[in-house]
């Protein structure tokens, strides 16, 4: 059940984690959708940031299951590409996180590199602001062999600034979740109140307006790809030179393990050199969009222009036809006044004349002559 309309009295919880942590298992667990797909080996089932929705206590409860990073099936790029889209766009619709559940499979024997990435690529996206919110939790308890083996592992990582201690005292919480609804259900029982707060990656791309790679995610992920390019390279160079060495010394078998390796160290290199190039395009992409947007916006601002100095003209010639008119009445007027006036002084005249005549009689008509 995927969340299309946003109820208005909906909790938005996103479920982040490395890949294999039980990011699926915990949302079909708590939310019932059985359609969710849970991953049955080390790959990925979650390419996609996806939202599934229930009703629990009188709300509708939002769950977003989000792809993990350091993945066999997508570069870091992709994946960070897809959470800020999705993290963008409600942050426009006025949608925050009541909450983050942070997922750790308590069966990880050490932080490996995978763990580490996630953990840091989740401070980079969240940011400091919403850590009140965070729920730093392990998982997959059942899994354990040994409660205590787990427990030791659960304090080592609180106890580790660079794990979840630094983060533990900024504000974020440390949870279990025991693999069942129930459990589930407590941790979203009790971020249900959560004042929603926004990530950093939502205030720096949709507020602050930078690109992807100018956040401080896509940040991370730059400098990782600068630093990784420059280990391969002089890890190359190293293994060239011992297998110039070997082809000296004609050691055949040396020559063909340098050489499978060198393969290998190339292949690496060439795939952090293509997620460079993906990650400028991205750049350039967004760049492109945004004048595209400036453009599109400054023939609006002509348009709207042109039509405010349309209409001012229209106004000016109405009132000066308005007032020709008026003044060709006037003129009108007058000119019809002016006969009326003439009339009357001519029949003024002609009546004053007569009676003259009158009052004169004979005399007067001979006194004319
Ligand atoms: N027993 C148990 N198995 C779990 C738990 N969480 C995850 N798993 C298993 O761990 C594997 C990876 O889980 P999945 O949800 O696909 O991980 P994701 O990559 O974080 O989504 C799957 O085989 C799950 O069945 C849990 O809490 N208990
Ligand atoms: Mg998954």
Redesign the pocket.
Known sequence: MKANVVPSNEILIAVM??????????I??VSGCSGI?????LH???SQVESYSFEHAGVTITLV?TP?FNDTTRTDTEVLGEISNWTSETFRENRLLSGIIY?H?VTNIRMDGSAVKNLRMFQKLCGSGALKNVFLTT?????VTDQADGEVRERDLCKERNFWGLLIDKGATLQR???TRESGLKLIEQLMPNKPAALDIQEQIVTQKRTLIGTDAGQCIDSELATLEKKYQGEIETLERERREAVNEKDHEMKALLTGELGKVREMLEKTAAEKIQLAEMHAEEMRRRDAEKLRDEERRKEDQRRTQAKLEKVEADTKRQAELHAAEMRKREERDEKRRKEEQERAASAAMRRIGVQLGPVGFHLQF
Do not use: I, M, P
């Open positions: 984690g490395a890949t294999g942590a039980g990011k699926s298992y915990f079909r667990e797909n849970v991953s049955n080996g990925s089932c979650t299951d993990g997922l499979s998982t997959q308890w059942s899994r979740f025991h693999g």
